[in-house]
């Protein structure tokens, strides 16, 4: 273990020493982007979406920077490495996290530190062996990230919204049963929420799973992640809070068709036994890249919210960590709900020369629909919502 982890070692030589500090990466990346809505809602909101909330506005969505030492999965021997990533910007808002960055700043465009962890890799009991993070972590459930470089559009699905957690301070394992076949499973201390008064009830959560790769001749693969722990404020629900159970079900597949056309598929269910309330949907994902720089894509969702309590719009900018640790704020709801959504777009990304790393230009288009009757959107008026979303990335 002493030559392994040399680089900690008094005995460590030089040469070893600089090989591991030369793997260190800088980056940095911008994202800008509007989201316009012809019904004007007189709040400025548009019902049921996170990124690109805030109707006819551009925004600023996120200034991130990021060093990292990057872990060799496959190695034989340990590996050791770290991911720090600051993020500013309005994205901040719903990816918070209570104790460490929530009250930085209050206003529309918030900092938060969406990752910042140490990552190791033990060469144990199997070939691949065990991966371990541990620290401020991105939740591993769910098919879109908060990383608009790693999804295909500007704003989120309902299930990513409502039904996958964001953040967590914990630990992650991942270990490389076989070629094909990894355990998922870690501990955190609850969604957004950390320790002390950074806790929303003082009660821990966990993951556990299968990520399925390599099937089909290499074509499919599927991921299961289950989810357990409380995750209501004792603020809002009383004593219970810390031990009424949140069960989060998320299964999603990968099929690449050939070498242009790919489609994902995503199922969650998620009961929650303090709010009584339980959710159901399912996601479906359509890529084709007409050219190296030009790729369509297309999202299809039926989310069923049984009870209501869960599809909410922020209206405050402090709106969403306020209503997580149960305080009082400013949210705007709507009755028990099926909602279907369709969104169309497109991602040009042209090569732009050695110095920017990655240039993305997005359009979509968007319609949500209440298929029950209700009226959800543009200030409760409407069963159906119209956004015509734009947002470009640069990456350094």
Do not use: C
């Not at 600023?60 to 500013?88: H, M, P, W």
């Not at 990655?358 to 979509?364: D, N, S």
């Amino acid at each position: 273990m002493s030559i392994v982890f040399s680089v900690f070692s008094r005995q460590a030589n030089a040469e070893t020493s600089n090989s591991w500090l030369d793997a260190i990466t800088f980056a940095a990346q911008i994202e800008g982007g509007i989201n316009a809505n012809p019904a004007r809602p007189a709040n400025g909101v548009n019902f049921g979406q996170f990124f690109g909330d805030k109707a006819n506005q551009p925004q600023l969505d996120q200034v991130t920077l990021t060093v990292a030492r990057a872990v060799d999965t496959t190695s034989a021997k340990y590996e050791v490495g770290f991911l720090i990533r600051g993020l500013y910007g309005a994205d901040g808002r719903y990816f918070n996290i209570a104790g460490i960055t929530d009250r930085a700043i209050a206003n529309r465009y918030q900092f938060i530190i969406p990752q910042a962890h140490l990552d190791l890799h033990f060469p144990w009991a199997t070939r691949h062996g065990l991966d371990m993070q541990a620290g401020i972590l991105a939740s591993p459930m769910g098919v879109e990230a908060l990383d608009p470089s790693l999804r295909p559009f500007y704003t989120l699905s309902y299930t990513t919204e409502y039904s996958t957690p964001f953040e967590h301070v914990g630990a992650m394992f991942q270990w490389h049963l076989t070629d094909h076949l990894d355990a998922l499973f870690g501990v955190d201390s609850g969604n957004q929420v950390s320790f002390g008064k950074g806790d929303n009830n003082n009660a821990a959560a966990g993951y556990f799973g299968l990520a399925i790769n390599g099937l089909a001749q290499g074509k499919l693969s599927l991921t299961y992640l289950g989810r357990v722990g409380p995750e209501n404020a004792v603020r809002a629900l009383g004593p219970k809070a810390g031990s009424d159970q949140r069960f989060w079900n998320d299964l999603s597949a990968n099929y690449k068709i050939s070498d242009r056309l790919s489609a994902t598929a995503e199922f969650n269910v998620l009961h929650d036994e303090g709010l009584r309330a339980d959710a159901y949907s399912f996601v479906s994902y359509l890529s084709y890249q007409i050219t190296p720089s030009l790729t369509l894509n297309y999202r299809g969702e039926i989310y069923r919210d049984n009870t209501g309590l869960l599809v909410t719009s922020f209206i405050a900018n402090n709106a969403y960590m306020q209503t997580v640790l149960g305080k009082a704020t400013s949210t705007q709801s709507a009755p028990p709900t099926t909602f279907g959504a369709l969104t169309l777009g497109a991602a040009w990304r042209p090569a732009l020369g050695r110095h920017i790393k990655q240039f993305a230009l997005r359009p979509e288009i968007r319609f949500d629909r209440s298929l029950n009757g209700t009226k959800p959107f543009n200030d409760l008026r409407n069963t159906g919502q119209f956004t015509f979303g734009l947002d470009i990335t640069l990456g350094f």
